[in-house]
């Protein structure tokens, strides 16, 4: 039995959590910005620069990406 969820599913969870910041007009410009970076995530043309001290999660947060783009083939 297959557990895993579609990488369609993925970005369809995170875009219905975007909404739950549409709750306050001030939020507004938040979320037309999360919803830019969402549709830029499933464009598969972007680049992505992680700066940080040693021993702060960057080859977790990479291998999570990573991760994404094994599932979607």
Known sequence: MNNQISIEDKFKYIR???????????R???????????????????????????????STLLNALLSLKRDKN
């Open 16 to 26: 219905n959590a975007c909404y739950l910041l549409d709750d306050n007009a001030e």
């Open 28 to 58: 507004q410009e938040l979320l037309l910005d999360a919803l830019a970076i969402l549709d830029k995530f499933r464009d598969n043309n972007f680049v992505i620069a992680v700066f940080a001290p040693f021993n702060y999660g960057k």
